[in-house]
T-cell receptor
Framework: ELKVEQNPLFLSMQEGKNYTIYCNYSTTSDRLYWYRQDPGKSLESLFVLLSNGAVKQEGRLMASLDTKARLSTLHITAAVHDLSATYFC???????????FGKGTKLTVNP | DGGITQSPKYLFRKEGQNVTLSCEQNLNHDAMYWYRQDPGQGLRLIYY???????QKGDIAEGYSVSREKKESFPLTVTSAQKNPTAFYLC?????????????FGPGTRLTVT
């Protein structure tokens, strides 16, 4: 059974600081997804990582994938208040169209 | 304007009643999914359908039922057998594009059962 673990689950940081969210998964997979969820809202796709060593960046967020370590990271650079949200990683069950989600990391960026 | 719609946004029901949540997509996606989200939790898969007239149970299918009579529609019925139905329900769809089955989500339905 594929398990996906995120840490930390809660993250409070100051504006301007850097931090990394980690996503570990238990079985082989080559596709990993990062989503953002604002309170009471749906999920918005941030990044799709499709191969070992993949790195994608959008604004202050950068995601990477190490399939050998079964680890993805979401790095936040110089955080701003607008980044406050819950971030989920999801891993697909190889060969299927199903995703397994982590529990999410609730990020709060304080002025 | 392509997308996924869910209705209603909020739904209130009395315990013991069945309730049906609507999900429609005009993205021409083959696959559709239903997830449940509880506070502080990730998403858990209830049912999914890869093609019309076919669907599979996810991790928490007990107390739920679905149908897929049309490609664009995948309604979810929460039956009275579901012991704790109050939750946020999200519908998603996907298709194979650029090496991925990236899923796109609807706005969600918040169900409260009292």
């Amino acid at each position: 059974e594929l398990k996906v673990e995120q840490n930390p689950l809660f993250l409070s940081m100051q504006e301007g600081k850097n931090y990394t969210i980690y996503c570990n998964y238990s079985t082989t997979s080559d596709r990993l997804y990062w989503y953002r969820q604002d309170p009471g809202k749906s999920l918005e796709s941030l990044f799709v990582l499709l191969s070992n060593g993949a790195v994608k960046q959008e604004g202050r967020l950068m995601a990477s994938l190490d399939t050998k370590a079964r680890l993805s990271t979401l790095h936040i650079t110089a955080a701003v208040h607008d980044l406050s949200a819950t971030y989920f990683c999801a891993v697909d069950i190889g060969g299927s169209e199903k995703l397994v989600f982590g529990k999410g990391t609730k990020l709060t960026v304080n002025p | 304007d392509g997308g996924i719609t869910q209705s209603p946004k909020y739904l209130f029901r009395k315990e013991g009643q069945n309730v049906t949540l609507s999900c429609e997509q005009n993205l021409n996606h083959d696959a559709m999914y239903w997830y449940r989200q509880d506070p502080g939790q990730g998403l858990r898969l209830i049912y999914y359908s890869q093609i019309v007239n076919d669907f599979q149970k996810g991790d928490i299918a007990e107390g739920y039922s679905v149908s897929r009579e049309k490609k664009e529609s995948f309604p979810l019925t929460v039956t009275s057998a579901q012991k704790n139905p109050t939750a946020f329900y999200l519908c998603a769809s996907s298709t194979w594009t650029s090496g991925t089955y990236e899923q796109y989500f609807g706005p969600g339905t918040r169900l409260t059962v009292t």
